[in-house]
């Protein structure tokens, strides 16, 4: 279980708050279909990544956009009116045995003369690997950087205000106990502005599954079947879990794990 995990690693424990962090779109099929005229993702490739050499994370890692676009095959074209932000979290065990976690968040940046809202478009994902399972803190860093990505007018793929963001933050170390870090960065090249966020880890370094709430499996489940689910982990039986949504299957897999941690 991730438990299991948490407990195995908890002796080998990493200082730095993430090894890498990838941001990865679709790429699309240039061959369109004669009769729709409609084009189709058909892999998904990274577009920039931080720090410059994650040739190591690379190496181990191969999937990492594969496992940031699960779903690729029917994604869709969005619009800012109806498309939302999905957060989602996977695990990979790299050759030496250690594990490292994929916090993801996807959702829609600038589409037409970098506007956010025109034009439709597919979403991208934002992946931050670490090898703590602090879902919550990371998520409020994926937030920040979807903000910063919005508000950045550099011209390329890759955003200023997120690599100056994550410059700070990769330089941050923690120690036992978890205290708040508060990181503070320049957010223009050319404004001398200082910008302040705080990241709040939990009590403890394996602490990541007592975030996690229980109320939404209760909620997608109901209680038979959240029961059915209780005595199955409590007996130690292998589980699968199907959903159609990344954010729901992730958020599911988490919140059982969560029940058993102490």
């Known amino acids: 279980t991730l438990l299991e995990m948490e407990e195995k690693d908890s002796s080998k424990v990493n200082h730095r708050l993430f090894e890498s962090f990838f941001w990865i779109c679709p790429q699309i099929n240039q061959s369109a279909n004669l009769i729709s005229g409609k084009t189709s993702p058909k892999s998904a490739q990274v577009l ?7 040739s190591q994370i690379a190496a181990e890692f191969r999937d990492i956009p594969q496992f940031c676009f699960p779903d690729l095959e029917i994604l869709k074209l969005e619009d800012c009116l109806t498309s939302k932000i999905e957060h989602f979290v996977f695990m990979m065990t790299d050759s030496k045995g250690r594990r490292m976690y994929g916090i993801c968040l996807r959702g ?6 970098k506007r956010f809202d025109v034009g439709r478009r597919r979403r991208h994902c934002l992946c931050i690997i670490t090898a703590h399972p602090f879902f919550s803190m990371f998520r409020a860093m ?18 200023l205000r997120c690599w100056r963001f994550l410059e700070a933050v990769y330089d941050q170390s923690f120690s036992q106990p978890l ?11 050319e404004l001398p502005m200082q910008r302040d966020f705080c ?14 709430r229980v109320l939404p499996l209760l909620e997608v ?16 039986r292998r589980i699968i879990f199907v959903a159609e949504e990344a954010e729901l299957l992730s958020g599911c897999v988490i919140a059982a794990a969560s029940l058993v941690a102490p």
């Not at 205290?179 to 090249?189: K, N």
């Not at 489940?221 to 130690?236: Q, Y």
């Open 48 to 54: 920039w990544h931080f720090p410059q050499d994650v």
């Open 108 to 113: 829609l940046f600038k589409g037409v003369n």
């Open 142 to 159: 994926l937030l920040q950087l979807h903000s910063l990505a919005l508000l950045d007018r550099s011209d390329g793929p890759k955003s």
């Open 221 to 236: 489940l109901g209680v038979d079947r959240f029961f059915r689910l209780l005595s199955a982990i409590l007996c130690e």
């Open 199 to 212: 990241l709040v880890p939990p009590l403890s370094a394996r602490g990541g599954l007592r975030d996690m």
């Open 179 to 189: 205290r708040s870090l508060s990181v503070s960065w320049d957010c223009h090249p």
